[in-house]
């Protein structure tokens, strides 16, 4: 069965040093979804794609968050510099429509900053 | 922001008992309401959703119910299994933008 294959599973890094994730979705789903899940809650959407284009960052922290979808294929998440509440697991997740509910999970990239 | 907010963080049932997981909403105008299920190092897996024009649905030993009088949103299980194990989160869609509740913690007990 296809899943939605993130690296690393896990980062510990120092504050104000930079990290990236890397997401690749299940192959012919052109929505991605970038979100971030702060232990003990719900899911929180950061940015979402459709194909290369940005069509929802409006909760991405753009002055240290970037992300990206050149291909749109794969994506990238970054942050720099991190803080110390950037701690959180990084979840990725692609539909094969826009809006579509079920969306696929990726295992997440849990991340701790120091 | 949306405010989608869970009654209970955690409940415990007897294998082979019901489970009902309920979830209080804020926006009446949203399209959906989703159920997704996270088991521990996994990201969250669809479970069923219901249409805001719907009061209740079935799945597979599952069923939700939709109050929109009260806004109350809730997720039965039936014969509930140690596989049920797992957070449980419902999310609504609100003009194809998701905002997720803070998950209720279900143990199942042997």
């Known amino acids: 069965e296809a899943e939605v294959a993130q690296s690393p599973r896990y980062k510990i890094t120092e504050k104000s040093q930079a990290v990236a994730f890397w997401c690749d979705p299940i192959?012919?789903?052109?929505?991605l979804y970038w979100y971030r899940q702060i232990l003990g809650q719900g899911p929180e959407l950061l940015v979402q794609?459709?194909?290369?284009?940005?069509?929802?960052d409006s909760q991405l922290p753009k002055d240290r968050f970037s992300a990206e979808r050149l291909k749109g294929v794969d994506s990238t998440l970054k942050i720099q510099p991190a803080e110390l509440g950037d701690s959180a697991m990084y979840l990725c997740?692609?539909?094969?429509?826009?809006?579509?509910?079920?969306?696929?999970f990726g295992p997440g990239t849990r991340l701790t900053v120091t | 922001g949306e405010s989608v907010g869970l009654h209970l963080p955690t409940l415990s049932v007897q294998e082979g008992d019901n489970s009902i997981i309920n979830c209080a909403y804020s926006?009446?105008?949203?399209?959906?309401f989703i159920w997704y299920k996270q088991e521990s190092g996994k990201g969250p897996q669809f479970i069923i959703d219901?249409?805001?024009?719907?009061d209740k649905r079935q799945g597979q030993r599952v069923t939700v119910l939709l109050n929109k009088t009260v806004k109350h949103l809730s997720l039965q299980i039936a014969a509930t299994q140690p596989g049920d194990s797992a957070v449980y989160f419902c999310?609504?869609?609100?003009?194809?933008?998701?905002?997720f509740g803070s998950g209720t913690k279900l143990n199942v007990k042997p």
């Open positions: 794609f459709q194909d290369e284009s940005v069509v929802d």
């Open positions: 219901i249409r805001s024009n719907m």
């Open positions: 926006n009446s105008a949203s399209d959906y």
């Open positions: 999310a609504e869609n609100n003009f194809n933008k998701f905002y």
């Open positions: 192959s012919g789903h052109a929505t």
């Open positions: 997740a692609s539909s094969f429509l826009p809006g579509e509910h079920e969306q696929y």
